[in-house]
């Protein structure tokens, strides 16, 4: 089983689904993706993620990022669970949970770590560039429910820091000041930033977020 690291491409595959039959990289089409991977149907800590999702699906459309879930159960299982998720968390599922019975997904991802369990998936996130390399991974145990929040801030990171010659700092958030990126002179920053280059050190530029 080969292990995802930042950089890869993400493997592409084909898998039934909530939605039906669909090709990953066919879904993505030329936008940014989110894959994120549940244990098990009918968990307490993942219906309040994926209900949370489905609230959040309008920001990630906005970012171009198109969404989609993975469980180790099967798609009838999937529909009857979306149903607790849309009445429990007063929302609609609008995006596919792929139905993942045979593990070939989770095994193509590496989303099953055996210390933690040896037949159910961690709860893994991936965000995959418009090239189909993985740009962020984030993984977290079965105990802590994921930040939405976080996600799509760091998804407005990985859009910024894709196209624009900058980094973003800790706790950043989109329209605060940026890093200039250490390759790039101060007096070249200057001409590029045309919002300003703030030196606090030779190595610590900061200049206004591009986009705003």
Known sequence: MATIRLGDMAPDFT?????GQFNFYEYLGDGWGILFSHP?????????????A???????DKRNVKMVALSVDGKES????????????HTTVNFPIIADEDRKVSDLYDMIHPNADDTLTVRSVYIIAPD????????????TGRNFHE????IDSLQLTAY???ATPANWEHGQDVVVSPSIPTDEAKEIFSKGVEE????LRLTPDPTV
């Open 15 to 19: 898998a039934d689904s909530s939605e």
């Open 40 to 52: 098990a149907d009918f968990t307490p800590v993942c219906t309040t993620e994926l209900g949370t």
């Open 54 to 60: 489905a609230k959040f699906k309008a920001e990630f």
């Open 78 to 89: 999937h529909n009857e669970w979306i149903k607790d998720i849309n009445e429990t968390q």
């Open 132 to 143: 189909k390399t993985v740009k962020l991974i984030i993984t977290y145990p079965a105990s």
């Open 151 to 154: 996600l799509l801030r760091v």
């Open 164 to 166: 624009h010659k900058v």
């Open 200 to 203: 606090i050190k030779p190595y």
